[in-house]
């Protein structure tokens, strides 16, 4: 079973609007953590923002937020205001607690974000 | 102000001929990654390395070996690349391990397996 499931193959969003990329994860594991990642054509991969299995608050940086709902093991990305400079691959990822230390990223498949002017 | 570089960005090889790519970082970071991205595909971590203590996925193929002769090195060996292997190959950096520490990557080596 897929460990982290990102259900948008692409989305077309109009310039200055709001966006939600959607993230499913699936772990046994009480502690965990999820990132947002982007990746420009340029094919580095920026961090975006951290959520943690047991902040109690959603995560927010700049015009970047998490809508966290761990009952469902949802953790979407919302985009505000969205621009040009936008558009890219945005991969949500897991890390596992697995008992002790933190090993690599699970990643998801991606979405491909283009924003239209 | 590079942090994690990458060399080289583009790297061709032929079928079967063994071929090295290189990472470095100016972080000072105990923790380095590679990770492998086929196109369209989600980057698929290989192995890491906590200081000189190697860990390698279960599914890592044995073609890929991995070197880290100090704190700001690690090369990725592919010993007889064939043309599956043809991807994007990744590395990442860390502080630590904990769950909250973030990875910081390069921009990428794209190989390409004539």
């Known amino acids: 079973a897929q460990k982290i499931t990102q259900t948008q193959p692409g989305m077309f969003v109009q310039e200055k609007e709001a966006v939600t990329l959607d993230c499913t994860y699936d772990t046994s594991d009480p502690s965990y953590g999820l990132f947002w990642y982007k990746q420009p054509s340029s094919g580095e991969m920026i961090f975006l923002i951290y959520q943690g299995s047991y902040d109690q608050q959603n995560a927010t940086e700049g015009r970047y937020s998490l809508n966290f709902q761990k009952a469902r093991k949802s953790a979407n990305l919302v985009i505000s205001a969205s621009q040009l400079g936008d558009s890219a691959m945005y991969f949500c990822?897991?890390?596992?607690?697995?008992?002790?230390?933190?090993?690599?990223?699970?990643f998801g498949k991606g979405t491909h974000l283009i924003i239209q002017p | 102000d590079a942090m994690v570089i990458q060399n080289p960005r583009y790297q061709v090889t032929q079928f079967g001929k063994p071929v090295t790519l290189s990472c470095s970082q100016t972080?000072?970071?105990?923790?380095m990654y590679w990770y492998q991205q086929k196109s369209s595909q989600a980057p698929k971590l290989l192995f890491h390395y906590y200081d000189k203590d190697f860990n390698n996925e279960a599914d890592t193929p044995d073609n890929f070996q991995s070197r880290r002769p100090n704190t700001s090195f690690c090369f990725l060996d592919i010993r007889s690349p064939g043309l599956g292997d043809a991807a994007m190959y990744l590395c990442?950096?860390?502080?630590?391990?904990?769950?909250?520490?973030?990875?910081?990557f390069g921009p990428g080596t794209r190989l390409t397996v004539t």
């Open positions: 972080l000072n970071h105990n923790v």
């Open positions: 990822a897991m890390r596992e607690g697995q008992g002790g230390g933190a090993d690599g990223l699970t």
């Open positions: 990442a950096t860390s502080r630590e391990t904990t769950l909250r520490d973030e990875q910081y």
